[in-house]
């Protein structure tokens, strides 16, 4: 025999002390007394006979007035109940009804969600005992006294609003609490951001389930974090706007509040090497950012740069509110190899933000190929005379030059020479390219090789369009052009650099000794750039001088003029020309290694020649087992790829015959999310929920069914509908006391009209249904009537 569970009625006011205000109901009965007849008994023959006659008439007057009065009092008890804005819940809060429910929770298990309140100042009115632990641990606790007073018979869903799928974590409906339980016990906060999107199309998804259940119900328990419910972004906005829509027309939607309020939090905004690439025995430069979220400035912070997990520096910086303070570092690597470089703050409430990786492979060397397209007998007549000289470390007395170490090919040995031991190709005046050879470049680029490409006369401007250009679907970023030639010498180009901007130029900013902007140019090859590319240096009449963009993970340099001495005097004019080669070296090499610095959820992808095809290849994550991967072959290229990137820390990629080494990633946290004030609710309610009808319960209240909604979207259902009643009685309580009949009449509509709005609701349909009936019963019956 199927037990009977006891419904609990759950009944209160978000305004209680504005029922004081039901004593007003008395002014309409008081005004009644006030002004009430009082006759003076006088008998005339005459009048015995009019007495009779309006005796029947004065009854029928007396229960109008009545009536009246009934209804005037009526809508001030109406008016003041609606300010209170009732609420009531049944069988406790969340879980209404007898009847079974299909209930979707949706936990947020993005990182603000660490923050641990334990370890923050308690402000005023907060309890240590009931504050303690950290959001998910609420969220964890919130959800389970859910599923606990959840009834027999109601379906359940659970979802994660994470930064990627999966977000459903019970992707099909369980009846069985346990089950539930065991799931709820297991979730974690990960260390992304929260894809809300994703999960309102899974949490629409899993509303199709069950549909032998009428009642569904979604039930969000997040920390309302700004960067995720509240985008800057319109057309993010209006997704959300639309997939709120979609789900408040489907099921009841309610939150559970696990925000904190007045929580200050420090955060390492960002990690980078200045320098293009780290070489061993040399000073590698970094540049980090620290952040204060909170209202106040913060005083001697101490900011520590640790390699290797060993401390090697440490700062005090002064941290104003809402500012990235930066911090300049420096660092002497003393031998190769794969480096592990972090920034960290000391640790707050939320402790995953406090610390910032970067991933550094140290080189004792650069090896670049120069492929020389006019060999000569002769050194100074080749294509790479003035490009080795300023790459060789023997003819710098520049030390810094040391790192870089050239080997010059004639054009013809290019296909007979495997690009994977070179971390830079320049192609020096090489006038044709044959199929064979464009693949190969094209895949060393795609691989995270860098390619400068220096025309000369012998240059083949259709060969290179045709081969790597390709409208715009190859490597190179502009199309090769005519050859203009400035007849005039008056009217000779120089550079223009237009602010030292881009990184290829920023070593003159300055510098105007270096002589980069007194060169002169005769001759150049006209660029037409692709949208993705960018321009570095200009010549003096506007035309781009050097045009560059990011391939895979390579990049591709090329320059519009020639050098050597034919078409200019750059790379005759040392100053000038060495440190642009070396930077140009260095930046289209920069690109191999920024894929190693990533976001969490981020894959780690990487490319290898195809020969390496059968190359064993595991993966190492901070918390986790080593893991083999398996390699892919697209063609030209062998990839890798790992999606298991939701903690932050330091990913180890270890590489087996014929590589034999290790390749460290740096997974780090997006910062967006490290702002942790709490969307405000207004905001909220009039750009994603102006269509949904939607409550908000806090998260740390012993019970949903005494639990208070501490915010409230708008009126609620039953505060709308009185004040709609109220509305009605007003327009309706003139007509009465004018003319009684066609009141009644229009009563007795409005009543009818209530039925077919839903959004009216029930008081307004019992209150006016009621009222009707009564008064057409009286204004019916024999003695109404006579």
């Known amino acids: 025999m199927a037990s009977i569970v006891p419904v609990i009625l759950a009944f209160g006011f978000a305004s209680p002390l504005l029922l004081g205000g039901l004593v007003l109901a008395g002014i309409p009965i008081l005004i009644h007394l006030l002004h009430k007849r009082r006759y003076v008994q006088v008998d005339f023959a005459a009048m015995r006979f009019l007495i009779e006659a309006t005796r029947k008439r004065a009854r029928r007057t007396r229960i ?120 709820v016990a297991a979730l974690t906060a990960t260390d992304s951001t929260g894809d809300l999107a994703g999960t309102f199309e899974t949490v629409l998804t899993m509303l199709k389930q069950a549909p032998e259940i009428p009642r569904k119900e979604v039930v ?130 939320l402790p995953v933000d406090n610390r910032r990786w970067l991933a550094v492979p140290v080189r004792e060397e650069l090896t670049v190929l120069l492929v020389d397209g006019t060999p000569s007998g002769r050194d100074r007549e080749s294509a790479t005379f003035y490009v080795s000289r300023a790459l060789d470390p023997s003819t710098l007395e520049d030390a810094s030059g040391a790192f870089v170490r050239p080997t010059t090919i004639a054009e013809g040995e290019l296909p007979s020479v495997s690009l994977a031991q070179y971390d830079v190709v320049v192609l020096c005046n090489v006038g044709l390219l044959t199929e064979p050879e464009a693949t190969v470049l094209e895949s060393f680029v795609r691989s995270g090789g860098g390619l400068v490409i220096l025309p000369g006369d012998r240059v083949n401007a259709d060969s290179y369009n045709q081969r790597l250009f390709r409208d715009g679907q190859g490597i190179l970023p502009a199309r090769l052009g005519e050859v203009k030639v400035v007849e005039n010498r008056e009217d000779v180009l120089t550079f223009d650099a237009r602010g030292f901007e881009h990184p290829l130029v920023r070593v ?24 993705s590319a960018t321009v570095g240096l200009w010549f003096s009449d506007g035309a781009p001088a050097l045009v560059e963009s990011s391939v895979g993970t390579g990049r591709v340099i090329l320059a519009a003029t020639s050098a050597d001495d034919r078409w200019g005097t750059w790379a005759i004019w040392a100053p000038s020309f060495v440190p642009i080669m070396n930077e140009m070296v260095l930046h289209s090499v920069s690109g191999r290694w920024k894929n190693r610095q990533l976001s969490v959820g981020d894959p780690i992808l990487t490319t290898w020649p195809a020969r390496v095809f059968d190359m064993p290849v595991t993966v190492r994550s901070p918390v986790g087992p080593e893991v083999a991967l398996t390699l892919q072959d697209s063609g030209n290229v062998v990839a890798v790829a790992f999606d298991q990137t939701d903690k932050a820390g330091v990913y180890e990629l270890n590489l087996g015959s014929p590589l034999n080494r290790k390749e460290l990633y740096a997974v780090n946290v997006d910062v967006a999310e490290s702002d942790l004030v709490p969307a405000d609710w207004q905001t909220l309610q009039s750009e994603l929920f102006s269509e949904v009808d939607v409550q908000i319960w806090n998260a740390q209240s012993p019970g949903f069914q005494s639990v208070r909604p501490e915010l409230k979207s ?73």
């Open 220 to 349: 969000f328990v997040t920390d309302f974090q700004a960067s995720m419910w509240a985008p800057e972004s319109s057309t993010q906005k209006s997704r959300l706007r639309e997939l709120a829509r979609k789900t408040g027309a489907m099921a009841r939607v309610s939150f559970v509040n696990a925000a904190s309020i007045g929580v200050r939090n420090l955060a390492v905004t960002g990690l980078e090497m200045e320098t293009g690439a780290a070489a061993s025995d040399q000073v590698t430069s970094f540049r980090s950012t620290v952040r204060n979220f909170g209202e106040s400035i913060l005083r001697g912070q101490v900011v520590e740069l640790l390699v290797d997990g060993r401390l090697v520096d440490t700062r005090r910086v002064d941290l104003p509110p809402g500012i990235d303070v930066p911090t300049s570092w420096s660092h002497t690597f003393r031998e190769a190899g794969e480096f592990r470089v972090e920034v960290h703050l000391q640790d707050d409430a």
């Open 714 to 786: 708008g009126l609620s259902l039953l505060t709308r509908s009185l004040a709609w009643t109220v509305f009605v009685l007003l327009m309706i309580e003139p007509l009465l006391a004018w003319r009684f009949v066609p009141g009644v009449i229009a009563l007795s509509s409005a009543a009818l009209l209530a039925l077919s709005i839903p959004l009216l609701g029930l008081p307004l349909v019992a209150i006016l249904a009621v009222a009707a009936i009564v008064l057409l019963i009286l204004w019916r019956s024999k003695s109404f009537r006579s």
């Open 64 to 183: 109008e007035q009545l009536i009246l009065l009934v209804l005037r009092t009526l809508v001030l008890a109406l008016l003041v109940l609606a300010l209170a804005r009732p609420h009531f819940e049944t069988g406790g809060g969340l879980l209404t009804g007898d009847q079974p429910v299909h209930r979707i929770v949706v936990v947020d298990t993005s990182f603000s969600m660490q923050l641990a309140e334990e370890a923050m100042e308690l402000q005023p009115g907060q309890n240590s005992e009931s504050d303690s632990g950290t959001g998910i641990e609420k969220a964890r606790e919130a959800v389970r006294r859910l599923v606990e007073n959840g009834r027999r018979g109601d379906a359940w869903n659970l979802v994660r609003i994470a930064g990627r799928e999966p977000f459903g974590i019970i992707n099909q409906v369980a009846f069985n609490a346990e089950a539930v339980l065991e799931e």
């Open 508 to 531: 003159f900013r300055g510098n105007p000794g270096a002589g980069l902007e007194s060169t002169m140019t005769q001759k150049y090859v006209a660029l037409t750039p692709t949208e």
